[in-house]
C-alpha cells in the first residue's frame, strides 16, 4: 500500500526527520488562507503540490493542459490560482499511465530557498535479502536518467538487518554525499530517522528526492526531507493500524478494492483474457501461456488455496466488471483446494450474471471427478480445457 506525500512527511517526522512545516487542504479557499498565514510569518515563497500517489508531479501535466503538479508561488492569491487549476483536475506524469490521477488535496507549506538537491532511499535488496540505502548527489527530478546513465554517482550501502543502521555507516552516507561540517552530524541523524521509519513501519520502500540542503533565514544551512514516498508490506498492515487508516481508496483501482473485501488476490491489467487461478505461481504461468498463444491476460487472479464457493463466484463477478473481458480461463489445481468447490462456484456464478462470453475452464487435482461432473451437469456451455496449454489455446481461439 502507498500513502501520500504529506502522510509519509507525519511518519517520517515521528523519527525526527527535519520535514518543511505542511499544512494540507482541499479547496482552493483554504489554500489561500493557509498562505496568507505562512506570508504573515515571513514566508517568501509557497510551494502548492498535488496529492496523489505517484512521482514526476513537477514534470506533470493536467488533461486540462495546466503545467506541473508542483507550483512555486510568491502571493496567496498566486496559490489560491494554482490550487483552482489543480483540485478536481487529473493529473498524468510518467508514473500514473495515460489515465492520470484526480487531485483532490493539496500540501500548501513554506518553500526553502534550496541550495542543493540530494537522493535518498531504503528499500529491500532481494539479492543480498538485506536492506539498503541508496544515495546520491545527484537527487531531483532526473534520478532515473541519473540511475540509467551515471550509476557510479548512486551510492549503495547495504544494512545487517539484525544490527540496523550503525552510526559509522549513517556517516559514511553523509560523507559521500558530500556534506561538510555541521551538516555531517545533521545528515547522520536523519539518514539514522529515515532508516528506523523503514524498518518499524514494515515499509518497503522510503525515498526522499529531493532531500535538500537548504539556508535558514539566519543563513545556516541545514537538511529538510522536501519530498517522501512510502509504500508499505501489505502483509504487515495489520501491526500498523495508524498506517492502515492512511489508506486512500481513491487512489486503488475500484476492482481491486472489491477483490479485497473477499480475500482474492486481484489485480487489474489490459488485455481480453480474464483467468481466475488458484495460487500465485500458477496464476503467473497461466498468464505468461495465455500470452505465449498470441493473446494478453485481463487480470491477475489468485482465489487462495481454500476459496470457498461464495469467494469463487464474487471473483466471477469481479473479472466480469472489466469491459476488456472477451473471454475466461479458469485454471485450478486442486491441491487443498477441493475442485468441486470450483466447479459449483463457477455454475452459480456463470447462472447469476447470465454469462455469455466463452469460458474455458481446466480442473485437476483433489475431487476432479466430480468437478467435471459438476460442470458438466449444469446446462451450461463451458469449454473443457485438458492440459493447461489446450485451455489456454482453446480460451485464446474462441476470442479471436
Ligand atoms: P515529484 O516531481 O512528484 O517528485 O515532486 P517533488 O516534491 O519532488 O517536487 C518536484 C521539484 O519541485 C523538486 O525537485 C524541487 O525542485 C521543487 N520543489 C518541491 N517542493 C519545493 C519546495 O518546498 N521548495 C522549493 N524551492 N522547491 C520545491
Ligand atoms: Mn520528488
Given at each position: 500500500m502507498n500513502i501520500h506525500e504529506y502522510q509519509a512527511k507525519q511518519l517520517l517526522a515521528q523519527y525526527g526527520v527535519a520535514i518543511p512545516a505542511t499544512e494540507v487542504c482541499d479547496t482552493a479557499d483554504a489554500a489561500r488562507k493557509i498562505a496568507e498565514q505562512l506570508i504573515a510569518k515571513g514566508a517568501e515563497l509557497i510551494a502548492v503540490k498535488s496529492q496523489i500517489h505517484a512521482g514526476g508531479r513537477g514534470k506533470g501535466t493536467f488533461k486540462?493542459?495546466?503545467?506541473?503538479?508542483v507550483k512555486l508561488c510568491r502571493t496567496a492569491e498566486d496559490v489560491y490560482e494554482k490550487a483552482k487549476a489543480m483540485l478536481g483536475n487529473v493529473l498524468v506524469t510518467k508514473q500514473t499511465g495515460p489515465e492520470g490521477r484526480l487531485v483532490s488535496k493539496l500540501i500548501i507549506a513554506a518553500a526553502p530557498e534550496i541550495e542543493k538537491e540530494l537522493y535518498l532511499a531504503v528499500l529491500l535488496d532481494r539479492s543480498s535479502s538485506r536492506p539498503v540505502v541508496m544515495a546520491s548527489?545527484?537527487?531531483?527530478?532526473d534520478i532515473e536518467e541519473v540511475a540509467a546513465r551515471?550509476?557510479?554517482?548512486i551510492i549503495k550501502e547495504s544494512i545487517d538487518p539484525a544490527l540496523g543502521m550503525m552510526p559509522y555507516q549513517a556517516r559514511k552516507i553523509a560523507a559521500a554525499l558530500g556534506l561538510k561540517g555541521d551538516l555531517i552530524g545533521q545528515g547522520a541523524k536523519l539518514l539514522l530517522g529515515v532508516y528506523k521509519t523503514w524498518w518499524e513501519s514494515d515499509a518497503s520502500l522510503v525515498e526522499i528526492n529531493p532531500l535538500c540542503i537548504v539556508r535558514t533565514r539566519e543563513g545556516k544551512e541545514t537538511l529538510l526531507a522536501v519530498d517522501a514516498k512510502f509504500s508499505v508490506d501489505d502483509n504487515a498492515l495489520y501491526r500498523h493500524p495508524n498506517i492502515q487508516a492512511m489508506?486512500?481508496?481513491?487512489?486503488?483501482?475500484p476492482l481491486e478494492i472489491e477483490a479485497s473485501k473477499f480475500s482474492l488476490n486481484y489485480i487489474k491489467l489490459d488485455g481480453s483474457i480474464a483467468c481466475l487461478v488458484n495460487g500465485a505461481g500458477l496464476a503467473m504461468a497461466t498468464m505468461d501461456i495465455i500470452q505465449h498463444f498470441g493473446a494478453s491476460p485481463a487480470n491477475f487472479l489468485d482465489v487462495g488455496g481454500g476459496a470457498s464457493q461464495d469467494q469463487v463466484a464474487a471473483a466471477f463477478k469481479i473479472i466480469l466488471q472489466?469491459?476488456?473481458?472477451?473471454g475466461i480461463l479458469v485454471n485450478i489445481f486442486g491441491g487443498i483446494m477441493d475442485c468441486n468447490v470450483i466447479a459449483t462456484g463457477i455454475v452459480a456464478a456463470v447462472k447469476e450474471t447470465g454469462l455469455k462470453l466463452p469460458l474455458v475452464v481446466r480442473l485437476e487435482g483433489n475431487n476432479v471427478e466430480a468437478g467435471r461432473k459438476t460442470l458438466a451437469e449444469s446446462g451450461l456451455t463451458i469449454i473443457s480445457g485438458g492440459s493447461m496449454a489446450d485451455a489456454a489455446q482453446k480460451v485464446v481461439k474462441a476470442v479471436a
Amino acid at each position: 500500500m502507498n500513502i501520500h506525500e504529506y502522510q509519509a512527511k507525519q511518519l517520517l517526522a515521528q523519527y525526527g526527520v527535519a520535514i518543511p512545516a505542511t499544512e494540507v487542504c482541499d479547496t482552493a479557499d483554504a489554500a489561500r488562507k493557509i498562505a496568507e498565514q505562512l506570508i504573515a510569518k515571513g514566508a517568501e515563497l509557497i510551494a502548492v503540490k498535488s496529492q496523489i500517489h505517484a512521482g514526476g508531479r513537477g514534470k506533470g501535466t493536467f488533461k486540462s493542459g495546466f503545467q506541473g503538479g508542483v507550483k512555486l508561488c510568491r502571493t496567496a492569491e498566486d496559490v489560491y490560482e494554482k490550487a483552482k487549476a489543480m483540485l478536481g483536475n487529473v493529473l498524468v506524469t510518467k508514473q500514473t499511465g495515460p489515465e492520470g490521477r484526480l487531485v483532490s488535496k493539496l500540501i500548501i507549506a513554506a518553500a526553502p530557498e534550496i541550495e542543493k538537491e540530494l537522493y535518498l532511499a531504503v528499500l529491500l535488496d532481494r539479492s543480498s535479502s538485506r536492506p539498503v540505502v541508496m544515495a546520491s548527489t545527484e537527487g531531483g527530478m532526473d534520478i532515473e536518467e541519473v540511475a540509467a546513465r551515471t550509476p557510479e554517482k548512486i551510492i549503495k550501502e547495504s544494512i545487517d538487518p539484525a544490527l540496523g543502521m550503525m552510526p559509522y555507516q549513517a556517516r559514511k552516507i553523509a560523507a559521500a554525499l558530500g556534506l561538510k561540517g555541521d551538516l555531517i552530524g545533521q545528515g547522520a541523524k536523519l539518514l539514522l530517522g529515515v532508516y528506523k521509519t523503514w524498518w518499524e513501519s514494515d515499509a518497503s520502500l522510503v525515498e526522499i528526492n529531493p532531500l535538500c540542503i537548504v539556508r535558514t533565514r539566519e543563513g545556516k544551512e541545514t537538511l529538510l526531507a522536501v519530498d517522501a514516498k512510502f509504500s508499505v508490506d501489505d502483509n504487515a498492515l495489520y501491526r500498523h493500524p495508524n498506517i492502515q487508516a492512511m489508506r486512500d481508496l481513491a487512489e486503488e483501482a475500484p476492482l481491486e478494492i472489491e477483490a479485497s473485501k473477499f480475500s482474492l488476490n486481484y489485480i487489474k491489467l489490459d488485455g481480453s483474457i480474464a483467468c481466475l487461478v488458484n495460487g500465485a505461481g500458477l496464476a503467473m504461468a497461466t498468464m505468461d501461456i495465455i500470452q505465449h498463444f498470441g493473446a494478453s491476460p485481463a487480470n491477475f487472479l489468485d482465489v487462495g488455496g481454500g476459496a470457498s464457493q461464495d469467494q469463487v463466484a464474487a471473483a466471477f463477478k469481479i473479472i466480469l466488471q472489466d469491459p476488456n473481458v472477451k473471454g475466461i480461463l479458469v485454471n485450478i489445481f486442486g491441491g487443498i483446494m477441493d475442485c468441486n468447490v470450483i466447479a459449483t462456484g463457477i455454475v452459480a456464478a456463470v447462472k447469476e450474471t447470465g454469462l455469455k462470453l466463452p469460458l474455458v475452464v481446466r480442473l485437476e487435482g483433489n475431487n476432479v471427478e466430480a468437478g467435471r461432473k459438476t460442470l458438466a451437469e449444469s446446462g451450461l456451455t463451458i469449454i473443457s480445457g485438458g492440459s493447461m496449454a489446450d485451455a489456454a489455446q482453446k480460451v485464446v481461439k474462441a476470442v479471436a
